[in-house]
C-alpha cells in the first residue's frame, strides 16, 4: 500500500523563523510532488509542486526533493500568523493517483 | 480567478437515502476529481474522470457511488444507499492536464448521514 507519512505536529515557530516540514512516501514510482495549505474547514489549496530532484522556489516557500531519500520536505521563511495551517504532502504515485500524507500542523506565534 | 464550486455546503440525509452532491469545474479544466476527507483523518482519492469516463477509482468507490457529467458543465458524484460511514467532507477538484495534476479543490460539501 502506498503511504505518505508527515509528522503531525502541532509543530511552532515563532513569526520571522523559518518553517520546516517533512514528508516521506513510499512508492519510487511517484513522479510529481505537491504541498497543499488546508486552513480549518476549508478546502486544500495548492502553494507548491515539484518533479525534479533539487529545490524549488516561489516567494517564502522552497519545495526540496530527494527521490533517492524519497523525502521531499517544504521551508516557509520569514512565517507570519497567516501561515498557521495544516500542511499536507501529496504524492501522484505511477498510477496517476493522488495521495496525501495526513498533515502537519503549523503554528505561527506572534 | 476561476474557481471549483460546490453545491450544496452542506447535505444532511437519513441512512439509506440517495444523495447527489454537485460540483461546476473550472470551464477550461479537462480532468476532474472527487476527493472525501473524514473529520480529523487524510483526504482520500474516490475517483477520477475524463474524457466522459472514469480513469482511475479508489477502493472506496464501490458499487453505490457513482460520477457523471450529465451536460457541459456539471459533474455529479451519487451515492447510492448512504451509510453512516459515508459522512465525510466530500472535494471535488479539477485539473487543467496530466501529469500536472495541479488540482484546485471546491470548497466541499459536507455530508452528514444520520
Known amino acids: 500500500q502506498k503511504e505518505v507519512e508527515q509528522n503531525s505536529g502541532p509543530l511552532s515557530v515563532p513569526e520571522g523563523a523559518i518553517a520546516s516540514l517533512n514528508c516521506t512516501y513510499s512508492?519510487?514510482?511517484?513522479?510529481?510532488f505537491f504541498w497543499y495549505r488546508q486552513y480549518s474547514g476549508k478546502s486544500p489549496e495548492l502553494i507548491m509542486f515539484?518533479?525534479?530532484?533539487g529545490d524549488k522556489e516561489d516567494g517564502r516557500f522552497t519545495a526540496q526533493l530527494n527521490k533517492a531519500s524519497q523525502y521531499v520536505s517544504l521551508l516557509i521563511r520569514d512565517s507570519q500568523p497567516s501561515d498557521s495551517a495544516t500542511y499536507l504532502c501529496?504524492?501522484?504515485?505511477?498510477?496517476?493517483?493522488?495521495?496525501f500524507g495526513s498533515g502537519t500542523q503549523l503554528t505561527v506565534l506572534p | 480567478e476561476p474557481e471549483v464550486t460546490q453545491t450544496p455546503s452542506h447535505q444532511v440525509t437519513q441512512m439509506g437515502q440517495e444523495v447527489i452532491l454537485r460540483c461546476v469545474p473550472i470551464?477550461?479544466?479537462?480532468?476532474f476529481y472527487w476527493y472525501r476527507q473524514i473529520l480529523g483523518q487524510k483526504v482520500e482519492f474516490l475517483v477520477s474522470f475524463y474524457n466522459n469516463e472514469i480513469s482511475e477509482k479508489s477502493e472506496i468507490f464501490d458499487d453505490q457511488f457513482s460520477v457523471e457529467r450529465p451536460d457541459g458543465s456539471n459533474f455529479t458524484l451519487k451515492i447510492r444507499s448512504t451509510k453512516l460511514e459515508d459522512s465525510a467532507m466530500y472535494f471535488c477538484?479539477?485539473?487543467?492536464?496530466?501529469?500536472?495534476?495541479?488540482?484546485?479543490f471546491g470548497s466541499g460539501t459536507q455530508l452528514s448521514v444520520l
Open positions: 501529496a504524492v501522484e504515485d505511477s498510477a496517476r493517483q493522488l495521495t
Open positions: 477538484a479539477s485539473s487543467e492536464a496530466l501529469p500536472d495534476e495541479k488540482l484546485f
Open positions: 515539484i518533479y525534479s530532484n
Open positions: 512508492d519510487r514510482g511517484s513522479q510529481s
Open positions: 470551464s477550461n479544466h479537462l480532468y
